[in-house]
């Protein structure tokens, strides 16, 4: 079956840590790829986003990602992360109109 | 600009009994979603309006469960006959035509007592 796996259930870290969280997807063929975050009592928001070309893209607040075809993973990066980065984080490819989202990782950051 | 807004922001509700979640997109997207998002289980689409096309129904978990799109604007999710297993965040996002990003509302919580 198609789906998405995000490895990290719940990440704890230190601010200044470094952070990556794993996602893997199971589609073949061209594949579009989203992580969204949720803030604590805020909404998803679109954090960043491939579509093709370099497959190292920077989103917002510092953060990254690396499309790698040959492993279908797309692990969000962040070299130092901050106690505002606390939050839950969801990988989702774009297939057929619609997102489909991983079970998410809940990161913690402590101060 | 507004964003995606849905209401109630929370529903309490008896087993047994039918409830109607809303969502009002962003002006002038084309494109509806719902999902819901259970604890431990991620976020899981529902449904989907594009434009007047007929929607795609593939996530809807039951019968029990149906979606309408008036006028190409708001949206009813309508859940009959609810369980305890329906008590979830219900989120709606909405998109333009073309472009993949999706802008979600801050949700409706349910839940079924």
């Known amino acids: 079956a198609q789906s998405v796996s995000q490895h990290n259930h719940h990440v704890i870290l230190s601010e200044a840590a470094s952070l990556e969280l794993g996602c893997n997807y199971s589609?073949?063929?061209?594949?579009?790829l989203f992580w969204y975050v949720q803030y604590p009592g805020q909404h998803l928001q679109l954090l960043l986003k491939?579509?093709?070309?370099?497959?190292l893209v920077k989103g917002i607040k510092g953060f990254e990602a690396e499309f790698i075809k040959s492993k279908f993973s797309f692990n969000l990066r962040k070299p130092s992360v901050q106690w505002s980065d606390t939050a839950e984080y969801f990988c989702?490819?774009?297939?057929?109109?619609?997102?489909?989202f991983g079970t998410g990782t809940r990161l913690q950051v402590f101060p | 600009g507004a964003g995606v807004s849905q209401s109630p922001s929370n529903k309490v509700t008896e087993k047994g009994k039918d409830v109607e979640l809303r969502c009002d997109p962003i002006?002038?997207?084309?494109?509806l979603y719902w999902y819901r998002q259970s604890l431990g289980q991620g976020l899981e689409f529902l449904i989907y309006?594009?434009?007047?096309?007929?929607?795609?129904k593939s996530g809807l978990p039951s019968d029990r469960f149906s979606a309408e799109r008036t006028g190409g604007s708001v949206s009813t999710l309508t859940i009959q006959r609810t369980q305890q297993e329906d008590s979830a965040v219900y989120l709606c996002?909405?998109?333009?035509?073309?472009?993949?990003?999706?802008?979600f509302g801050p949700g409706t919580r349910l839940t079924v007592l």
């Open positions: 996002a909405s998109s333009l035509m073309g472009d993949d990003t999706q802008y």
């Open positions: 589609y073949g063929g061209t594949v579009n």
């Open positions: 491939y579509f093709s070309g370099d497959p």
């Open positions: 989702a490819p774009w297939r057929t109109d619609k997102l489909i």
């Open positions: 002006s002038g997207h084309t494109a």
């Open positions: 309006f594009q434009g007047n096309s007929a929607p795609d």
